[in-house]
């Protein structure tokens, strides 16, 4: 199996996470807050430069007001 960090895949999906905060109105920072984390961490996965865990992305999708298994249906192809 390859390396998914910066595959085209792993490239849709953080396109996927930034385009639902901004569809949202919201910003890195909003989010954050939402998460109880720094500004940064959502710079830092947006921008991927870290991972997120499977808790960690069913919080940011609750943060962004998205079905998680719509997200990641998206990515199966």
């Known amino acids: 199996m390859p390396k998914s960090l910066r595959s085209p895949r792993h490239q849709r999906f953080l ?3 930034i385009s639902l905060r901004k569809a949202k109105g ?13 500004q940064s961490f959502v710079a ?9 865990d499977v808790i960690e992305f069913l919080d940011v999708a609750a943060a962004l007001d998205a079905d ?10």
Not at 44 to 52: T, V
Not at 68 to 77: A, D, H, I
């Open 26 to 38: 919201l910003t890195q920072e909003q989010v954050a807050e939402q998460l109880g984390r720094p």
């Open 44 to 52: 830092k996965y947006e921008g991927g430069e870290r991972r997120l």
């Open 68 to 77: 998680p298994c719509e997200m990641l249906s998206s990515l199966r192809t």
């Open 15 to 17: 396109a996927q996470l």
